[in-house]
């Protein structure tokens, strides 16, 4: 009578190896495949790094023929980008003191909805490109 036990016990110590080990190998073409991607991804940066040093040397030629102080562009180009961020989180702060005043009629609407946030808001994997979840054996 024990043999038919042991037997049923290694029969499931089988099968739940046999799933574990599709399991790895799945996880292992996904690792390949990932690495493959990141390299080709990193030869494509590698290219416009180049085509853009390249591209950056004939406009700074291009400028100096032309008598144009490629620096002081550059300087003052930056300038603009500091007070366009400026100007952007002094909008979003008030923005922010606008919608508090806001909160307290939101959370006592009607259909209960007020507070929640949505699966998007929340981050979800679907949204966020979280990927496959694998589901354990619950077999036992």
Same mark, same amino acid.
């Given at each position: 009578?024990?043999?038919?036990?042991?037997?049923?016990?290694? +029969?499931?110590?089988?099968?739940?190896?046999?799933?574990?080990?599709?399991?790895?190998?799945?996880?292992?073409?996904?690792?390949?495949?990932?690495?493959?991607?990141?390299?080709?991804?990193?030869?494509?940066?590698?290219?416009?790094?180049?085509?853009?040093? +390249? +591209?950056?040397?004939?406009?700074?030629?291009?400028?100096?023929?032309?008598?144009?102080?490629?620096?002081?562009?550059?300087?003052?180009?930056?300038?603009?980008?500091?007070?366009?961020? +400026?100007?952007?989180?002094?909008?979003?702060?008030?923005?922010?003191?606008?919608?508090?005043?806001?909160?307290?009629?939101?959370?006592?609407?009607?259909?209960?909805?007020?507070?929640?946030?949505?699966?998007?808001?929340?981050?979800?994997?679907?949204?966020?490109?979280?990927?496959?979840?694998?589901?354990?054996?619950?077999?036992?």
């Amino acid at each position: 009578m024990g043999f038919g036990d042991t037997a049923k016990k290694v +029969q499931k110590v089988t099968t739940i190896a046999e799933k574990l080990y599709e399991q790895v190998n799945h996880i292992v073409a996904q690792v390949q495949d990932l690495r493959e991607r990141v390299e080709d991804t990193s030869d494509q940066i590698e290219s416009m790094e180049t085509e853009l040093a +390249q +591209q950056r040397a004939i406009i700074e030629a291009m400028a100096d023929d032309q008598g144009v102080d490629v620096e002081a562009v550059l300087a003052e180009h930056e300038a603009t980008l500091a007070e366009d961020e +400026q100007s952007n989180e002094a909008a979003t702060a008030e923005g922010s003191a606008m919608s508090e005043g806001t909160d307290s009629e939101e959370s006592t609407a009607d259909d209960g909805t007020a507070g929640e946030k949505t699966a998007i808001e929340e981050g979800s994997p679907d949204e966020t490109g979280g990927g496959e979840a694998v589901a354990p054996d619950e077999s036992g």
